[in-house]
């Protein structure tokens, strides 16, 4: 299995400010299309999960510009250019280049 | 408008089958380079990602759960159930059905049901 690991996994942010979180993946992503199979999800409180960005880079229908995925191979990154209070929740890389599909722990998310 | 509504029990005995009905709405699943994936959350941890079955009626299982799970389709009915044998407290979560299209460029998971929270106990 393709083994998936976030940092940090705690990440305390003052609205307005920028954050950064990596993944990495044991094995690369990279799928011979030129493509990265690497997506982000946010987990709001209570909420079911949210696709924010889906082939490493590209974001999903009706999410803010302030979120960005960037990233080759095994080290991605999603950044969000200014927190809001909006934001908080657990964020989560996904790869899906091979079965089984694996997720990171989670970062969760919080405004300080 | 695309939803997806996951229906079963809240819970369950251990040994006993749990089935989840996953109901579709805005898409069909004999509608090509469709499909729906099954995921759970067990209360306060990550994601895990448990099945896929595609429009062709092939299906995808987490290999550590592959003895225990079942995906089928019912198109007539748009529905996907998703079986899971002799069950544990380990199989005690928060269980998930999702979309994907994979037409042009694959897009996993960008629609979610609410979730259906089942609890293994005696």
């Known amino acids: 299995d393709i083994v998936m690991t976030q940092s940090p996994l705690s990440l305390p942010v003052t609205p307005g400010e920028p954050a950064s979180i990596s993944c990495r993946s044991s094995q690369s992503v990279l799928h011979s299309n030129g493509y990265n199979y690497l997506n982000w999800y946010l987990q709001k409180p209570g909420q079911s999960p949210q696709l924010l960005i889906y082939?490493?880079?590209n974001r999903a229908s009706g999410v803010p510009d302030r979120f960005g995925g960037s990233g080759s191979g095994t080290d991605f990154t999603l950044k969000i250019s200014r927190v809001e209070a909006e934001d908080v929740g657990v964020y989560y890389c996904m790869q899906d280049l091979e079965f089984p599909y694996t997720f990171g722990q989670g970062t969760k998310l919080e405004i300080k | 408008q695309i939803t997806l509504r996951e229906s079963g029990p809240t819970l369950v005995k251990p040994t006993q089958t749990l089935t989840l009905t996953c109901t579709l709405s805005?898409?069909?699943?004999?509608?090509?380079?469709?499909?729906v994936g099954w995921l759970r959350q067990p209360p306060g941890k990550a994601l895990e990602w448990l099945s896929l079955?595609?429009?062709?009626?092939?299906?995808r299982y987490s290999p550590s759960l592959r003895n225990s799970l079942t995906v089928t389709k019912d198109t007539p009915k748009n529905q996907v159930v998703l079986t899971v044998t002799n069950v544990n407290s380990a199989d005690t979560a928060t269980y998930y059905c999702?979309?994907?299209?994979?037409?042009?460029?694959?897009?996993?998971?960008?629609?979610w049901g609410q979730g259906a929270l089942v609890t293994v106990s005696s």
């Open positions: 082939l490493g880079s």
């Open positions: 079955i595609y429009w062709d009626d092939d299906k």
């Open positions: 999702a979309h994907v299209d994979f037409g042009g460029k694959p897009v996993h998971f960008a629609y």
């Open positions: 805005g898409f069909s699943l004999d509608a090509r380079n469709l499909a």
